[in-house]
């Protein structure tokens, strides 16, 4: 497996491993629906405007073959929390999950923000989403939550945040991907 930065040529792969990997992890806590009308074109257009931002880190894991099966992307942060980054989107497709990629990509993530000189981060994680275990082992202190809809459906998403992310660098759990 190889982490690397993504680059324009890859929004059309990303958009796929972005769309599989919600209907993936998602199915039973967003509505079906919603996941099956997800388009991965719609999703290769944001991606190609995102990737052109230059403030914008997104990191890809590869696996052997050099398909993408996971993906990282942040930044400055979007909301008015005292935190200097924020993790905007981060997905693995379900056959790369719990094996320890997770915690690498948001090791390397950390230290891209590290090298931009920003030292605090927070991620938006749903609440029953199972990942935001690894979060927590990491060393994410749960701040924050709020309403989201997602279609027409209210769902409950919680923020975790790092005041030193320094500390995910550290921390030697692999729970993550």
């Known amino acids: 497996m190889n982490i690397r930065r993504a680059q324009i ?6 958009a796929k491993v972005h769309v599989k990997s919600w209907q993936q992890s998602y199915r039973g806590l ?15 257009e944001r991606w190609r405007e995102w990737l052109m931002q230059k403030s914008h880190i997104v990191l890809v894991l590869e696996d052997e073959n050099k398909e993408l099966c996971g993906f990282i992307s942040g930044g400055s942060i979007r909301s008015q929390h005292p935190y200097e980054s924020e993790v905007y989107a981060f997905y693995l497709l379900k056959e790369v999950q719990l094996k320890g990629h997770g915690t690498k990509m948001l090791k390397r993530f950390s230290e891209e923000l590290l090298s931009l000189g ?4 927070i991620v938006w994680v749903l609440k029953d989403n199972p990942s935001k275990q690894a979060y927590i082992s990491l060393g994410g202190k749960k701040i924050d939550e709020e309403q989201i809809t997602i279609g027409k459906q209210q769902i409950l998403e919680e923020c975790f945040a790092w005041d030193d992310i320094a500390v995910i660098l550290t921390t030697s759990k692999d729970h993550m991907g």
């Open 30 to 44: 967003v509505d079906d629906d919603y996941l099956l009308e997800m388009s991965v074109t719609e999703r290769e």
């Open 118 to 121: 920003k030292k605090s981060m």
């Open 9 to 14: 040529t890859d929004a059309a792969e990303i």
